[in-house]
């Protein structure tokens, strides 16, 4: 099998503040945003996407403030191509700017009811304004994997020549598996001398996956979200890429995924959603073991059952007793509360738990074990 | 000998490739690996019910359970398998004898018989040996065949199998007469490309039918169901919602669609039936349905941001694969902080006003402000009411400014 997995260096960049708030129905507070940006400063993401300029005065005021603390990472705003917003972006002290321009004819027949010139000189235009206000620029292509392939790249060079530094490739609509994810990026690497950054979205749930196959493909940075937060069904989850790429691909962005808990729970109160216990590498359930053969591998040997220990992600593990739990969780369970079960009473007590459990409709809580021991021993004290 | 694959030359050559709809079937684990899942219980009506919906909307196959977990659980079992569904019903098994019985006694017609394959497994959690494993298949498929079942061998956690030991594995299955071989990611660590190269080496070289059973720990359940399936797997084991143990498993509204607008391969599904089907199984298994889950979230459609809530105004496609209707769910427009111009235009008039260009501008302003301090969105009578006192306002100072007397003019 070919070696993909070398000592390239590979950037990730945050667009919580960004895409994640464009969201609809999600706010983050001037106080929120700026704390964002610290966590994931502190955590060491590399580079943060804050927010939209031309939007208004108020989004202005809070990229400013953000601009006026001294953080690690670079710090990014987003302008769609268009002179005007280069200023705004100014205005704000930012130093680096993404320039984003819709490159599928759909989006440049229908929705700007223009053509490929006019793209390509807005994009020119733009770019002309970010110089002259002596911004660095990286150049996003919306809709990318709906455009058409020549004047991508066409596009590509001509942003390179102009001086941008990154080109990024948008899935905008999901429309890629992993497997023309890493076609394109492919396709464009070996013809375009520029680094690459992709931004997906999950629409089908292969946000994570076509991140991976766009590294596989050559890319050199991914867009990434907390929680995955962002438009329609999200973006790729931050805590899910660093995590695949540290134990999937063999590559260590030296983050601290410690804090990945800490930090979702914190976005999931200030966008207001909750996160789902089920969420792939911060949700509480993910070390949550009750079937009997999971549960019973775990206790043996956690290797059989985890890939990374829980503390990695700031989790805890738990063993929960339910309808698919068996003996050895009723044993090791009850050893916790310092009572040595004989094999019978564990499988005595595991009777009625699952029962307990079917009946209630839900696993059980440590007390409620202790009652089924309690009225055990007393019935077993009768029958004696 | 595990050949030597240019995996990333044939990876690339699957790109875009035509698949049959005739050669992928659906094996819904829902009420098996779903109901396994830490903290979820389903009553035996709910089993049931979920059954025949899976049955009415068209999958393949139904996981209906673990039969040797008796009580309970095995009379669902036998409830499902009574109910002459058009599909398969199959139970779940350990590699034991009794099992496979406790199975037959419920009246599946198909049986998974499942156990490691990887070394830290059947060292540190079964206790012995590769041999055993292959013997413990041989006599339970042959024993299962006896009973003219259709009989799959789950390989657990053949993603950290040793690859030579896993063709053994498979190759011992076939041999034994197993219909398929499931492979199972059971920790969700592959990433699309592995699970190609893995799978394709097993059809190649044992040409035995292939399940694909993946799991989303790192959000890639559906990505790696895919990737086995362009590897020539016919087999996917699905759950609604993903439900399933930790970060759960390939959700099988997302596969569905997926395969439909990404691979280009019309299944034939009721889609429209999915958001209801997905709302029960999250009410049964005690879950919420995130407004955002793939496919079947309540907001997916809900459009805020002026860049893609103009865009869908003119045209869905602009920023839709699919519609709401193709799911079973509802479009709409809020307002919000990032609203612009043409959506504020559109949304009054919805609300029964009409406004100009130069008016919509200064209440995005507005609008946008409100929603910072209230930190959501506006709900309609919000903005009826930020509208009305904008109105009021911007007359008054007109009023003001021609010394005019009346202060509702209109334009």
Redesign the interface.
């Known amino acids: ?2 070696e ?1 997995k070398s000592e390239r260096h590979i950037n990730i960049i945050d667009t919580t503040l960004r895409n994640g ?5 999600v ?4 106080n929120e945003k700026i704390r964002i940006v610290k966590m994931l400063d502190e955590i060491g993401v590399p580079e943060v996407e804050v927010g ?1 300029p031309s ?5 202005r005021e809070i990229i400013t403030e953000i601009m006026k603390d001294k953080f690690k990472c670079k710090i990014f705003a987003y302008c ?1 191509a268009e002179p005007e917003n280069i200023k705004y972006a100014a205005q704000c002290g930012v130093k680096n700017v993404i320039i984003n321009i819709s490159t599928s004819d ?2 440049l027949k ?2 700007y009811k223009k053509n490929r010139t006019w793209a390509i000189n807005k994009l020119k235009n733009t770019i002309r304004a970010a110089k002259h206000n002596d911004l660095n620029f990286i150049v996003s292509a919306e809709d990318a994997t709906r455009a058409d392939l020549e004047f991508l790249l066409k596009l590509i060079s001509i942003a390179r020549k102009k001086g941008a530094y990154r080109f990024r490739i948008c899935d ?9 994810t ?2 394109l990026i ?1 396709t464009i690497t070996s013809a375009v001398n520029i680094p690459l950054e992709v931004y997906n979205h ?9 991140g ?2 766009a590294i ?1 493909g050559g890319a050199s940075s991914l867009v990434v979200s907390i929680g ?1 937060l962002g ?4 973006n ?2 931050l805590e ?1 890429i660093v ?2 790429l540290k ?3 063999d590559i260590e962005l030296g983050i601290k995924t410690s804090k990945f808990r800490e930090i979702a729970e914190y976005v999931s109160r200030a966008s ?3 996160i ?6 911060v ?1 509480t ?7 009997g053969i ?1 549960a ?2 775990v206790i ?2 956690p ?5 990374f220990k829980p503390s990695e992600v700031g989790l805890t593990r738990q063993l ?1 007793v ?3 739990s068996g003996s050895h969780t009723i044993l090791h369970k009850f050893k916790e509360f310092d009572i040595e079960l004989t094999d019978k009473q564990a499988n005595d007590i595991l009777g009625l738990a ?2 307990m ?2 009946d ?4 059980l809580f440590d007390k409620e074990l202790m009652y089924i021991y309690n009225d055990y021993k007393k019935k077993k004290k009768k029958q004696d | 000998m595990v050949r ?5 030359t044939e ?2 050559q ?3 490739i035509e698949l049959d709809p005739k050669n992928i079937k659906i094996d819904d684990t829902t009420l098996r690996d779903g ?5 979820v ?3 035996n009506d709910e089993k049931v019910y979920i059954a025949k919906m899976l049955d009415k909307v068209g999958v393949h196959q139904i996981e209906a359970g ?1 039969p040797t ?1 008796g ?3 095995k009379e669902a079992i036998k409830k499902i398998a009574s109910l002459d569904l058009n599909c398969s019903v199959l139970g779940w098994n350990r590699a034991v004898k009794s099992d496979i019985d406790a199975s037959i006694d419920c009246g599946v017609d198909a049986v998974a018989i499942s156990i490691s394959s990887s070394d ?2 059947i060292e ?2 079964l206790m012995k040996s590769r041999e055993w494993v292959l013997e413990s298949i041989k006599t339970c498929v042959d024993y299962a065949k006896g009973f003219n079942l259709y009989v799959s061998v789950n390989a657990e956690d053949a993603s950290r199998s040793d690859m030579e030991f896993l063709l053994q594995f498979a190759r011992t299955a076939r041999d034994a007469g197993a219909d398929r071989l499931r492979y199972c990611d ?2 969700g ?6 699970t190609f ?1 893995r799978v394709k080496n097993i059809i190649d070289i044992i040409g035995i039918d292939i399940e694909m059973h993946t799991h ?9 169901a ?2 086995g399936i ?1 590897a020539g797997a016919t087999y996917v084991n699905t759950t609604i919602n ?7 498993n390939a ?1 099988f509204e ?1 596969l569905v ?2 395969l439909k ?3 280009g391969v019309d299944m034939g599904f009721n889609t429209t039936f999915f958001r209801s089907l997905s709302e029960y199984v999250a009410k049964a298994s ?3 349905l ?6 079947v ?1 309540g ?2 459609f ?4 002026e ?2 809530a ?2 869908v105004l ?2 869905t ?5 699919f519609n709401e209707k193709d799911v079973g769910l509802e479009r709409s427009l ?1 307002l ?3 609203s612009g111009v043409n959506t504020i235009i559109y949304k009054m008039k919805d609300l029964g006003f009409k406004i100009t260009r130069k008016e919509a501008e200064e209440l ?2 507005i609008i ?2 409100k ?2 301090s ?4 506006l709900f309609d009578n919000e903005i009826i009411d930020t509208y009305n006192s904008y109105r009021k306002k911007s007359s008054s100072s007109r009023t003001h400014e021609k010394g005019g007397k009346d202060g509702r003019s209109k334009k």
């Open positions: 099998m070919e993909v708030e464009q969201t609809a129905g706010v983050f507070s001037k939209t939007l208004g005065k108020i989004e769609e759909i989006h229908e929705k905008t609509v999901s429309r890629f598996d992993p497997f023309r890493f076609l492919n999950n629409d089908f749930g292969m946000a994570t996956a076509n991976i196959a596989r995955g438009e329609g069904a999200g790729a989850a899910e995590m695949a134990y999937l691909e207001s959603r909750a789902p216990v089920w969420k792939a590498i949700g359930n993910i070390f949550a073991h009750e079937s999971h019973d591998g043996k040997n290797k059989n059952y985890e890939v929960v339910g309808k698919h699952r029962d459990s079917v209630l409709k839900r696993t | 030597e694959l240019n995996l990333l990876f690339s699957k790109s875009g109901e396994q899942t830490a903290g219980v389903f009553a673990i977990m009580g309970n659980e830290i497994h540190h959690k059971t920790l660590i592959l990433d699309p490309f592995e190269i989303n720990d790192f959000g890639m359940a559906i990505a790696n895919i990737a362009k993903g439900l399933g143990e930790r970060a759960g959700a997302e669609m997926a607008y990404i691979e005690n879950r919420i995130p407004t955002w889950k793939p496919i979230g907001k997916l809900v459009y805020e941001s860049s893609r103009s865009g003119i045209n496609k602009i920023y839709e694969l809020i919000g902080k990032y995005a302003e946008r402000d929603t910072v209230l930190k959501r969105a």
